[in-house]
């Protein structure tokens, strides 16, 4: 089946989000980036159902991505992506992914690239999935989750939850 009649078939998916925003620094008055993509999921018609800010610990980072996927379809988490000792955001998504999305980290530092030149080799972006619910691990900085947002997430976000949705098994003993 050709990809535009999946997109369409996807088209009536219902798609639940998280946004978590990994910062040591940031608050809710603060994160100009977790503002950007709720208010986006919300013009896009995706039912944002939580928001938290944590601190860049791996623990604390891992205890939500072992919460959250039973909760939701998508995860949106921005910050901690880069290569300073503190980012920790990508060592843990990547850890608990079941299926590595590498195409999403790669077309956005390609789409980078053209924007800001070869400082886009700092960033770890990564996607996979988690169990069955997406998790987009995006930078901090609110450029780069304007980038990932509105050119890579937004565009295939019900397609995705959807593929992901259709293949699983149906369980037939509650019957």
């Keep these: 089946m050709p990809h535009a009649d999946h997109q369409e078939q996807a088209e009536e998916t219902p798609v639940r989000c998280a946004v978590v925003t990994v910062s040591d620094t940031r608050t809710e008055d603060t ?3 977790g503002q950007f993509i709720r208010t986006a999921l919300d013009d896009a018609q995706f039912a944002v159902e939580g928001y938290t800010i944590v601190p860049d610990e791996p623990a604390r980072i891992a205890n939500l991505l072992d919460e959250l996927p ?3 379809d998508a995860i949106l988490m921005n910050g901690g992506t880069g290569i300073s000792a503190r980012d920790q955001t990508v060592d843990v998504v990547e850890s608990r992914i079941d299926k590595p999305l590498p195409g999403f980290g790669e077309l956005f530092r390609m789409l980078s690239y053209e924007e800001i030149g070869a400082g886009a ?3 770890r972006a990564t996607a996979g999935v988690v169990r069955t619910t997406l998790v987009f691990a ?18 295939e976000l019900k397609h995705l939850v959807w593929e992901i949705a259709r293949q699983q098994p149906v369980d037939d003993s509650a019957a």
């Design 138 to 155: 995006m930078p901090g900085s609110t450029n780069a989750v304007k980038l990932a947002m509105t050119e890579l997430i937004l565009p």
């Design 121 to 123: 080799m700092l960033s």
């Design 70 to 72: 039973d909760a939701v």
């Design 31 to 33: 994160d100009t980036s």
